[in-house]
């Protein structure tokens, strides 16, 4: 599932599936959300992005778009992004934290 690298100034759309114990929970009352930091040691967020879970969450599917002008000044370097999941009762599961590069276009 991990985020692949994109460019900065662009469109970037994402779906990612989510299985608990076998199976795709609704995700429609819940909330995805996608944090990306320069550093882990950073205490703001460069950008949070939250998925669109009325169109599919039902069959367990978040889904992303990042628009051009949420990255538009962002610098071509490395970053980690983490990708929570909060459910409405207001547990919080940590789905993914990897590096991606936000990449400079010519």
Do not use: C, H
Request: aromatic residues 12%; charged residues 20%; proline residues 5%.
């Amino acid at each position: 599932m991990p985020i692949r690298d994109f460019y900065a100034g662009t469109s970037k759309k994402f779906n990612i599936t989510i299985q608990y114990s076998g199976s795709a929970p609704d995700l429609t009352s819940d909330t995805i959300i996608f944090y990306l930091k320069d550093n882990l040691d950073d205490t703001s967020y460069a950008l949070t992005a939250s998925a669109d879970v009325t169109s599919s969450g039902a069959t367990g599917v978040a889904k992303f778009n990042i628009l051009p002008a949420q990255t538009e000044d962002f610098n071509p370097e490395n970053y980690t992004y983490e990708l929570v999941w909060t459910l409405a009762s207001g547990d919080e599961y940590v789905l993914e934290q990897a590096p991606v590069a936000i990449l400079n276009r010519i």
